[in-house]
């Protein structure tokens, strides 16, 4: 399984866009990459996956390049309530195994 | 749709005692996770299940670790003798196989364990 590295932490205030980059230089070809929130005393919580290019839902976007060899999460105009800690993810078995690193820590100030 | 399950919420325990979570996964899902997640770190995979076979446990200190999910729905890990190194939350997880957003896991809220 491919070894991701971030960010540990990341400062932002309220209305700001924040972009949060992921390196994974060893991707296998099937290797989706995945992108989980976790809030103080909660369990993580599925935010975006993609492959290829560009993925946009309701709450944030995924910009990956042609060599998928990084990606980026995008947030646009966070708010206090976006503070939470952010995991990037690869893997490619549907039902297999998650590796978590150590994820980057969100920090939104008024 | 309810949600993953987990119990008790907390726990405060003396070294060398013993412990057991429960856990109750989304109706339907095949595949059951416990990880543990050290304060300051990622949640770290101990065991997964599907149905009710093991299908990795390289990570669960067997001599101390143990989890069974005996009729394929909900699970206990058990914790015999605990370390004070045993400290931390305790997050099960489960997942549909078929179906749904490549590897999406539905976490519980965790059950914290502190062990003095």
């Known amino acids: 399984l491919a070894k991701t590295t971030q960010p540990i932490s990341m400062d932002s205030y309220e209305g700001q866009e924040v972009n949060i980059t992921c390196s994974h230089n060893?991707?296998?070809?099937?290797?989706?990459i995945t992108w989980y929130q976790q809030f103080p005393s909660q369990g993580p919580r599925f935010i975006i996956q993609g492959y290829k290019t560009k993925v946009t839902n309701e709450v944030a976007s995924l910009f990956i390049p042609a060599d998928r060899k990084s990606s980026t999460l995008s947030l646009p105009r966070v708010s206090l309530s976006d503070t939470a800690v952010y995991y990037c993810l690869v893997g490619g078995l549907r039902g297999g195994k998650l590796i978590f690193g150590q994820g980057t820590e969100l920090s939104v100030k008024p | 749709e309810a949600g993953v399950a987990q119990s008790p919420r907390y726990k405060i325990i003396e070294k060398r005692q013993s412990v057991a979570f429960w856990c109750n996964p989304i109706?339907?899902?095949?595949?059951l996770y416990w990880y543990q997640q050290i304060l300051g770190q990622g949640p770290k995979l101990l065991i997964q299940f599907q149905n009710n076979g093991v299908v990795d446990d390289s990570q669960l200190p067997k001599d101390r670790f143990s989890a069974e999910r005996l009729k394929g729905v909900d699970s206990t890990l058990k914790i015999q003798p605990a370390k004070l190194e045993d400290s931390a939350v305790y997050l099960c997880?489960?997942?549909?196989?078929?179906?749904?957003?490549?590897?999406?896991?539905?976490f519980g809220p965790g059950t914290r364990l502190t062990v003095l």
């Open positions: 109706s339907g899902h095949a595949t």
């Open positions: 997880a489960s997942t549909s196989i078929s179906g749904g957003i490549n590897n999406e896991q539905f």
């Open positions: 060893n991707i296998a070809t099937n290797d989706y």
